[in-house]
């Protein structure tokens, strides 16, 4: 375990997505599980983006992306993450991020579509505008 402070810089974060402040000051920590995640879709870059929907694996309460299809309970859309976060080097580390769980979305400019069955699962404390 490397205990050392470091600075890493990757791309620009573009929260445009974002509808209104509100809900930005309640995110809640969570973990991404690295492995769930496809490199060419979900951080192309380097970095996995903001705006990312999440779900959450039942089996290790961790996060992996939304997906209909899935069934480790990524299959129920949850949040989506709040700040871009620097992806590790492989596919075997976890990361921390924080995950924006109630507002407004701006749902032409997330980096992922968000399906009807989605929205569905966030009603009531997500609006998509």
Do not use: C
């Not at 871009?84 to 080097?89: E, R």
């Amino acid at each position: 375990m490397n205990l050392q402070q470091t600075v890493r810089t990757f791309g620009m974060d573009d929260q445009s997505w974002l509808g209104s402040e509100h809900g930005t000051q309640a995110t809640e920590s969570i973990t991404l599980d690295v492995s769930t995640f496809t490199p060419a879709t979900h951080y192309p870059a380097g970095y996995f983006k903001s705006g990312i929907p999440l779900g959450q694996i039942t089996a290790t309460k961790k996060f992996g992306p939304y997906s209909a299809g899935a069934s480790d309970g990524r299959e129920t859309l949850v949040g989506f993450l709040y700040a871009a976060v620097g992806a590790p080097a492989v596919n075997t580390t976890d990361v921390s991020g924080a995950m924006f769980t109630h507002g407004k979305v701006r749902e032409s400019r997330l980096p992922v579509a968000v399906d009807a069955a989605g929205k569905a699962d966030v009603a009531g404390s997500i609006r998509f505008v």
